[in-house]
């Protein structure tokens, strides 16, 4: 039987879409067959993060949970009681979200007003929200033995909800130091922090 190249990925590349189209009926379901029983090693994988550069050090964030990476709105609606963390809501793709500056939300300060960065659009069980860095880093797969526990965090990194951060990611051969942050943890405590926000 022929071996057909198995992907992962529910978006097809241009030529991805070419092979699709050589295929004759039988080929094509064969392939399909093979996608519907190929192994979950053979998929996507879902452990890859991307490393993400704050004021002060790194953080690490899954692929699966960002949608987009795009530069910050040119300014922020600001919000009456809002989060000392917040920056304020801004425009994306038509959609009115919270703009976040992690670094300031990790240390559970106030965000100071930035001239350049990166927005992450992170976007989970319905939530949208942006995340202002300072850069973005490399993309790279975990490996647990570089995983070492939340208490060796550095002293600075105060979010205000205890199970932000999973770890840190210690990987002196890609000379990769970075905090693992637990994003459904966070989005959640960033949204409840804002509604609580507004009551008051």
């Not at 050589?22 to 998929?43: C, G, K, R, S």
Request: proline share 8%; aromatic share 8%.
């Amino acid at each position: 039987m022929d071996r057909y190249p198995i992907s992962g990925t529910a978006s097809l590349s241009s030529a991805h879409s070419q092979f699709l189209e050589q295929l004759n009926d039988e080929q094509f379901w064969n392939y399909a067959v093979e996608l519907a029983y190929a192994a979950p090693t053979d998929a996507m994988p879902t452990d890859e993060y991307l490393v993400c550069k704050l004021e002060k050090g790194s953080c690490i964030l899954p692929l699966a949970t960002l949608r987009e990476v795009v530069p910050p709105p040119h300014q922020f609606t600001l919000l009456p009681a809002a989060p000392p963390w917040m920056l304020g809501v801004g425009a994306w793709r038509g959609e009115t979200i919270a703009i976040i500056d992690l670094n300031a939300y990790l240390s559970n300060t106030t965000a100071p007003l930035h001239s350049d960065g990166m927005l992450l659009v992170v976007q989970l069980d319905g939530l949208t929200l942006g995340l202002f860095i300072s850069a973005v880093g490399s993309m790279i797969t975990l490996a647990v033995e570089h995983m070492e526990l939340p208490e060796q965090v550095s002293a600075w990194h105060m979010p205000p909800c205890a199970g932000a951060i999973k770890g840190v990611y210690r990987d002196m051969t890609s000379q990769v130091e970075a905090l693992v942050l637990d994003v459904p943890i966070i989005v959640n405590d960033m949204v409840q922090h804002i509604k609580n926000n507004r009551r008051h």
